[in-house]
């Protein structure tokens, strides 16, 4: 398949380009397209066979469910049903935004969209691109991230190039995406709501509406049990190389990693750190990536897919990261930062 290339206007989107893009949608086809979280790979959530061909473009296994992207609340009525009143306080307070709610699946919605769960994920996006497109092309865009299943979620076109060239009809090129990291998922689907993926409406946005949230115990320890969102289950965010995250005080952190890159680089293997501007001068490595300050985790987790694909492009075999702060949206790229090493933690 030959797939096709525009760059759109991430602010005032061209109409003659979203139409071109609605138009594959309407057909059953595949667009990428920019979000402020990630970029999307979009079909018709009514169309069993989009979701169908998102799955093998993506090689996603086909019990992971995609997220239903809509423009107005009045669409949630037609994706979901018993819908409690959390969502609306939820969606009155958060979108068009990064949060997804988890509520009962309309039938109508096809079980192809759902993962074969009776239940369904609802995002608003508020990236202008997205808004058209889902209004252009019908309504219920069904999207997951536009990467290739088990690469880091793409932050820019280019990234989805690299990952899906050949694979899908369309990538809409709207810039790099202002938030870098994947929405937080909540499930008000049964009793007390729960994130099952934290993202940048954290814990305390949510509970300032709802009261009382709950986090999936399995976030951050794995041996926990079974995470609820499928696709938290797989090995994701992982980056080729081998990677470990070094956590307690910032001199001891500093003196390991040179440790561990000086025994690295005695067996000639390529090495990586990711650091901040406080820490970048303390170390000697092929490539030492500062994602800004120590303070700044918005700025961090805008950086981080990018930085991690940098590593694989450059043939970066051992990866040694700093930790970062887990208050409020530093839970999110602490989680995605775990996920990429599998868990290897290294306390200092
Ligand atoms: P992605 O956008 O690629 O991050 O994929 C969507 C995420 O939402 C995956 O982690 C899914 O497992 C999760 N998800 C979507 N629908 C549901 C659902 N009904 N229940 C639980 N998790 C879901
Ligand atoms: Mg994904």
Request: net charge negative; hydrophobic share 35%; proline share 6%.
């Amino acid at each position: 398949m030959n797939t096709g290339y525009l760059k759109v206007d991430p602010e005032k989107p061209e109409e003659n380009i979203i139409e071109e893009a609605a138009e594959v949608i309407r057909a059953g086809g595949l667009v990428a397209f920019p979000t402020e979280t990630v970029y999307g790979l979009g079909g018709d959530a009514f169309m069993a066979e989009s979701s169908k061909k998102i799955y093998a473009a993506k090689g996603r296994p086909s019990d992971n469910p995609l997220i239903v992207h809509i423009a107005d609340i009045e669409a949630a009525e037609k994706a979901g049903s018993d819908i409690p009143g959390e969502f609306y306080l939820l969606s009155d307070a958060f979108w068009p935004g990064p949060l997804t709610m988890i509520v009962k699946r309309n039938p109508d919605m096809p079980l192809e969209t759902t993962g074969g769960l009776d239940t369904v994920a609802m995002r608003m996006p508020s990236h202008p691109v997205a808004e058209a497109l889902i209004r252009a092309s019908g309504g219920f865009i069904a999207a997951p991230s536009a990467n290739a299943s088990g690469r880091p979620s793409p932050t820019t076109a280019k990234h989805v190039k690299d990952d899906l060239d050949g694979r899908i009809d369309l990538i809409l090129d709207g810039g790099s995406c202002s938030i870098g990291l994947e929405s937080t998922i909540v499930d008000l689907s049964c009793g007390k709501p729960q994130i099952l993926r934290p993202g940048f409406i954290t814990k305390e946005m949510l509970e300032d509406v709802l009261g009382g949230v709950d986090l999936d115990p399995t976030l951050f320890k794995p041996s926990a049990g079974r995470p609820k969102a499928p696709g938290m289950r797989y090995r994701h965010y992982a980056p080729q190389g081998e990677m470990h995250i070094y956590i307690g005080e910032q001199q001891a952190v500093s003196s390991r990693i040179n440790a561990e890159l000086d025994k690295a680089k005695a067996y000639g293997r390529r090495c990586g750190v990711i650091c901040t501007e406080e820490t970048k001068d303390k170390y000697a490595a092929d490539m030492v990536v500062s994602v800004g300050s120590r303070e700044d985790v918005k700025g961090a987790a805008a950086e981080i897919y990018s930085v991690l694909r940098e590593f694989d492009d450059r043939g970066i075999e051992v990866i040694c990261s700093e930790a970062f702060s887990e208050e409020g949206y530093g839970l999110a790229l602490m989680n995605r930062l775990y996920k990429a090493c599998g868990y290897q933690v290294v306390r200092v």
